[in-house]
């Protein structure tokens, strides 16, 4: 299973939360690690946006 992380972090711009998933690309030699976005979700409120990452994290990360 490739490299996932998740990120969940407020946006500003709409008054919510967005959820993502990322997944490495590549490493360079100075061990930066690049990432692409596989997944991204917005949600209103703290309590939908738990909900958007539990459901995205089976999906994409335990891989349930």
């Known amino acids: 299973m490739p490299n996932r992380v998740m990120r969940l972090n407020s946006n500003p711009d709409a008054r919510g939360f967005i959820v993502r998933v990322l ?5 360079d030699v100075f061990g930066n690690i690049k ?3 596989i ?3 917005s949600a209103s409120t ?3 946006a738990d909900k958007v990452y539990d459901r995205l994290r089976a999906t994409y990360v335990t891989g349930a």
């Open 23 to 27: 997944e490495e690309v590549s490493r």
């Open 35 to 37: 990432f692409q976005i």
């Open 39 to 41: 997944a991204l979700e």
């Open 46 to 48: 703290r309590k939908s």
